[in-house]
C-alpha cells in the first residue's frame, strides 16, 4: 500500500451512514479532503450545504468526468474528477470519495494501483430508522419504498470481493446507541485502520474515553456473530472472486 498517496472510496447501501463518515467525521482531520461527487439528481434538503455531493449536474458535464456510473435504483448519473483526486495528493491530503459502482471501483484502483483503501459502511439496519432516516433527508416515501426493497439486491456487496476492504460498521443504527457512542466507535475504527494498518499519521485522535464505547467496539469487531465477516487480509495481493 502506498500510504503516502492513499485514496480512501467509501461504500455502503443507501442510509448505511457514509454522509455520516463523510460529513461529520473526516472533515475533522485535516489529512483528509473529501471530495464532492457530481451528480443529475437533485439535491435533497440534507445536501444544501455539504461538500461531499454536487446535484443538478447535466449529463454532459458528467460524461466529460474520468469517472462515472449510473445507479440502477434510481437510474441517475454519478461522476466524480480525476483532478480533484490529485490535487488533494499535491496538497498533501487523502482524498476521499464514495460511489457505489464496481466497474468504477476498478478503474480507479487501475489509475491509482495499490494506493485504494475501500471502506464498506455497514448498519445494523431496522425498517423504522431506515425511515426516519430518509425523512430526516428530505426523502419521500416513494423512494423509501424503492429502496427498501432494493436493500434485497444491496449495490455494494462486491467489495466484499477486494482484499483492501475494510468493515465500518455504524452503531447508531443499533436502538439503544446515542449519537456519541456512534461516534466514538467509528472514529476508532477509521482511525485503527488508518494509522494501524496503513501508517498514516493522522496528527489528532478524535476519540473520548468511553467504556461503553469501547466495550461495544470490542464486540462489533471481537465478538459478535451476527454481523457482517469482516475480511481482515492482507493488502499484498487482491483475492479470488
Not at 198 to 205: I, Q, T, W
Request: proline share 4%; hydrophobic share 30%.
Amino acid at each position: 500500500m502506498d500510504h503516502k498517496n492513499l485514496v480512501i472510496v467509501v461504500v455502503g447501501e443507501t442510509g448505511s451512514g457514509k454522509s455520516f463518515i463523510t460529513r461529520e467525521i473526516f472533515p475533522k482531520y485535516s489529512m483528509i479532503k473529501v471530495l464532492p461527487k457530481y451528480t443529475t439528481r437533485k439535491s435533497r434538503v440534507d445536501e444544501a450545504n455539504a461538500m461531499d455531493v454536487r446535484g443538478n449536474m447535466s449529463l454532459e458535464e458528467i460524461s466529460k468526468m474520468e469517472y462515472q456510473y449510473v445507479n440502477p435504483h434510481n437510474q441517475q448519473h454519478y461522476g466524480f474528477k480525476k483532478s480533484e483526486i490529485d490535487q488533494a495528493h499535491e496538497e498533501g491530503k487523502i482524498p476521499c470519495i464514495d460511489l457505489s459502482s464496481e466497474d468504477t471501483y476498478l478503474k480507479l484502483r487501475h489509475d491509482y494501483p495499490n494506493q485504494v483503501l475501500l471502506l464498506k459502511v455497514v448498519p445494523y439496519f431496522d425498517e423504522e430508522t431506515m425511515k426516519a432516516t430518509f425523512e430526516k433527508q428530505g426523502r419521500d416515501s416513494k423512494e423509501f419504498e424503492e429502496r427498501k426493497t432494493a436493500l434485497d439486491h444491496p449495490l455494494t456487496d462486491w467489495a466484499y470481493s477486494y482484499d483492501n476492504m475494510r468493515e465500518v460498521i455504524n452503531p447508531y443504527f443499533l436502538r439503544n446507541s446515542s449519537e456519541a457512542v456512534s461516534h466514538n466507535i467509528v472514529v476508532e475504527r477509521l482511525e485503527d485502520v488508518l494509522e494501524r494498518e496503513c501508517k498514516v499519521d493522522l496528527g489528532v485522535s478524535l476519540l473520548t474515553d468511553s467504556n461503553t464505547s469501547r466495550e461495544l467496539y470490542q464486540y462489533l469487531y471481537g465478538y459478535s456473530k451476527n454481523r457482517p465477516i469482516d475480511q481482515e487480509m492482507s493488502f499484498s495481493k487482491e483475492s479470488q472472486k
